[in-house]
């Protein structure tokens, strides 16, 4: 995907190393793990291949040579710079976060977005085992099941990432919010091209089920428990089983960005079309 078109990210190393010094001195119980994680890190993508070797690591699979792999992988610079990007994506759109190491460290849908970055690069350069085993591990470790094939693009939220399912044909566009549940997947009747395809700035709800490959158009929006069966305009949202288009937005609208009042904003919608 185009990260090249967006602004660069805000966040930095110096930054979070400043974040893991407090930390360290507000829960010493923690600094064993900070220690084990960040003690050879002198960047993020560094500090992130750590994480991930750690989450990810088996009996039978070396956390160093998984760390390395890691780390060589993320050192491609547009990977690199969706990483920064999918970190600020998650500091900025969730009052949650309070900081930049609470995501790296806690936020799984982020932890395993970036794993999915990995293994989407090893598929691509003819490494689909390996890919998959890390797709695998990715599911039974974090939650999400992302198929390597997918292609995402970077200023991405997965908030929680518990029960997220991104089929192999999806294609999801920059700057899009995708809370738990959320299936993006295909109707079991074709082969191909069978998945959804989500556009720049779409926000979707907790629950929500887009199925078969069907357009939702930028800057809109599917609300919470929805079943998405046709394509969606751009700029609008859709409720309900199956859903409808019940607002269209304004033009200065960006739904993505604000997951911290879209709970509120749902049930409204739904309680309207009952």
């Known amino acids: ?13 110096g930054a979070i190393s400043a974040e893991i010094a407090l930390l360290r001195r507000r829960e010493p119980l923690l600094n064993g793990l900070l220690s084990s994680l960040f003690r050879d890190a002198n960047t993020l993508n560094e500090a992130l291949a750590a994480i991930l070797a ?3 690591q088996t009996a039978n699979v070396e956390t160093n040579a ?38 790296l460290l806690n936020y ?20 689909a085992e390996l890919a998959l085993w890390i797709s695998n591990r990715v599911s039974l470790v974090l939650g999400p099941d992302i198929h390597p094939a997918a292609k995402i693009g970077s ?15 999806t294609i999801i566009e920059d700057d ?29 709800g907790a629950g929500a089920k887009i199925i078969g490959n069907i357009e939702i158009g930028e800057f809109s929006k599917v609300a919470a428990g929805s079943v998405v069966l046709k394509p969606v305009p751009a700029r ?23 997951s911290s009042r879209v709970g509120l904003f ?9």
């Not at 200023?155 to 044909?169: A, C, F, K, W, Y």
């Not at 749902?266 to 009952?274: I, P, S």
């Open 266 to 274: 749902e049930a409204n919608l739904m309680e309207d079309n009952r």
């Open 155 to 169: 200023g991405i939220m997965l908030d929680h990432g518990s029960g997220i399912v991104i089929g192999e044909t």
């Open 236 to 258: 609008c949202t859709v409720a309900g089983v199956p859903a409808q288009v019940v607002r269209v937005h304004d033009a200065t609208e960006w739904p993505s960005m604000f």
């Open 1 to 13: 995907m185009a990260y090249q078109e967006h602004q660069s990210p805000i966040v930095s190393w």
């Open 108 to 127: 799984k849908g982020f932890q395993a977005l970036q794993a999915y970055r990995i293994a989407h690069r090893l598929w691509n350069d003819d490494r």
């Open 54 to 56: 750690n989450s990810l």
């Open 66 to 103: 998984l760390k390395c792999l890691f780390c060589k992988t993320l050192a491609d610079d547009l990977l690199a710079w969706a990483v920064l990007d999918d970190l600020t994506a998650v500091r900025d759109r969730d009052p949650a976060c309070t900081t930049y190491l609470h995501a």
């Open 176 to 204: 899009v919010s995708i809370l738990h549940n959320v299936t993006l997947g295909g109707t079991g009747k074709v082969t191909g091209d069978r998945h959804p395809k989500v556009r720049r700035g779409v926000m979707i």
